[in-house]
Structure formats: structure tokens, C-alpha cells
């Protein structure tokens, strides 16, 4: 009965039904057990069609072919009603459903404006409610307006944001050219590398010859150091100063070191060619 009814609504609409002539035309498509109810329904009340309203109809039609429990069923629905994730169009679409299937569940238009934007998405609601709109017509397309607002300026934040991270990614620097830049980083040498190298320094160190004696040992442990002379080999004075003047033996040192210094070279290179003086 619910779909006759509104098949019937669209009839309405498409060939400009007045309101006087709506009762009538739907009465002359009742067909088996609905006419006869219909029948009844005049004898008894003695009722004119061309006086009853389209709502009134719909009322007394509903009542004798709609059950009682899905009456109550349906109208615990509506008081729970919301838009919730849905579109303004799908949340209007069930909310007029309720509103055709059982009768009083809104009283007028007004009511009817006011149930239905209480219903709507928060985001919606308040700026509806802003408006304060009087029938239910203006509600549902101020409804629709606000809707179709906020997707378009959602989906241009969405297109922002994209553009916003393809420029960052653009900007942040590759992996390979980081790879490249550390591996030009001079190696640091650990501190066991260090103190190994300076180990091998000072064992270099200690098997070069002398400078002052010709021999391998350090120049701070060399003999000659604390002024022994050339000459004689004992400490206390100089070659020049030597008491035993000319007459005297060359001693090892005196006669190996003489002629190299003469010549200006180092000791270690006239080893074993000393000549006396």
C-alpha cells in the first residue's frame, strides 16, 4: 500500500492534479478487497470525496493496511533518526519514507522543517540553523547548498596538501648525493693507530746512527755529549785543549771522527776508513 501511494503522489506531479481532484483519481484505481474497504468507508461515514482532503486520505488508508506494530517500530526509527555519514539527499530520502508511512509523526510544515534539521551532520546543522528558515523546502536546500560547499572546499585543501608535500619531496636531498658527500670525509685514525705509528717513530729513532758519534744509539745517550775529546778520548777538556798536544795517539773516537769532520760529512758514512789527523 505504502508503494501505491506513493506511485499515485508522482501521478500527481505529472499531470497537475488540483487538490480537490486527488481523492477522487486515486479512489477510481482502487481495485478487489481496497475498493470494497473504500466502499465501506463512504456508506458508513458518509463521506464526499470532492471534501476529503489528500492527507486525510492517506491517514485513513494507512490505518485500515498498515499494521499497528510497524507503526511503533517506524516511529521509534524516527526519533532516532540522523544524518550520520550519509548525504543530505539519502538522509531526506528515508526521512520522508517515515514521514509518508505513518501518519502524525510530524504535525505540519513547520514541524516537519524542524525535525528534519535536527536530524542534519553538526557542520550542517549549525550553519542552518543560523538562517532560521520557516518551511521544510528551504531547510532541505539550504541543506543541499552547504553540503556541496563544504566537498568543494575539502577537496581543494586535499589538492593543497598533495602540491604542499610534492614540493618538499622535491626539495629534500636524494640518498646517492648524501652516500657521496660522507664518503669524502677524511677517515679518522683510531687512537691505537696513533700510538703505533708514534711506537714505530721512536724505533726508527733509536736504530739511526749518531750525529755527533757516528754509531747506532740516540745522541742523549752518546758519550761524546758531556765533551770528552776527540783527541785523547778523555773528559775534562778539548780537542784543542788537549795536554797531550800532537805527540799524542788518536784515540778510536778521535781517529774516527777527525776525518769526517774534516771532510764535513756524517760519521756512520767513513766508518772503517779513519785516518789520523
Request: net charge positive; with cysteine; hydrophobic share 30%.
Amino acid at each position: 500500500m505504502e508503494a501505491w501511494l506513493s506511485a499515485m503522489e508522482a501521478l500527481f506531479e505529472d499531470i497537475y492534479t488540483l487538490e480537490k481532484d486527488k481523492v477522487r483519481l486515486a479512489t477510481h484505481c482502487l481495485e478487489g478487497p481496497a475498493r470494497s474497504w473504500w466502499t465501506r468507508v463512504k456508506n458508513g461515514r458518509s463521506l464526499d470525496p470532492a471534501t476529503m482532503t489528500w492527507e486525510a486520505f492517506r491517514e485513513i488508508l494507512l490505518i485500515e493496511y498498515f499494521p499497528e506494530s510497524d507503526k511503533r517500530k517506524i516511529k521509534e526509527d524516527f526519533r532516532k533518526l540522523r544524518q550520520g555519514s550519509r548525504t543530505v539527499r539519502e538522509y531526506e530520502r528515508e526521512f520522508s519514507h517515515m514521514v509518508n508511512c505513518v501518519p502524525g509523526l510530524v504535525h505540519g510544515d513547520r514541524d516537519r522543517a524542524e525535525v528534519f534539521e535536527r536530524g542534519l551532520r553538526p557542520e550542517i546543522f549549525k550553519m542552518v540553523q543560523a538562517l532560521r528558515l520557516k518551511t521544510y523546502e528551504e531547510v532541505l536546500d539550504r541543506a543541499l547548498w552547504i553540503e556541496r560547499g563544504n566537498a568543494i572546499a575539502r577537496e581543494e585543501r586535499e589538492t593543497f596538501e598533495r602540491d604542499k608535500d610534492r614540493e618538499k619531496s622535491k626539495k629534500r636531498p636524494t640518498g646517492g648525493s648524501a652516500g657521496q658527500s660522507s664518503s669524502k670525509r677524511p677517515p679518522r685514525h683510531p687512537r691505537s693507530q696513533w700510538r703505533q705509528d708514534r711506537s714505530q717513530t721512536r724505533s726508527q729513532m733509536s736504530s739511526s746512527p749518531c750525529v755527533i758519534y757516528g754509531r747506532n744509539h740516540r745522541p742523549s745517550e752518546c758519550s761524546q755529549r758531556n765533551g770528552r775529546c776527540f783527541r785523547c778520548g778523555q773528559a775534562g777538556h778539548m780537542r784543542w785543549d788537549c795536554p797531550g798536544g800532537a805527540s799524542l795517539a788518536p784515540s778510536a773516537a778521535s781517529a774516527q771522527y777527525a776525518p769526517r769532520q774534516l771532510a764535513g760529512l756524517p760519521p756512520a758514512m767513513s766508518a772503517g776508513r779513519a785516518s789520523s789527523p
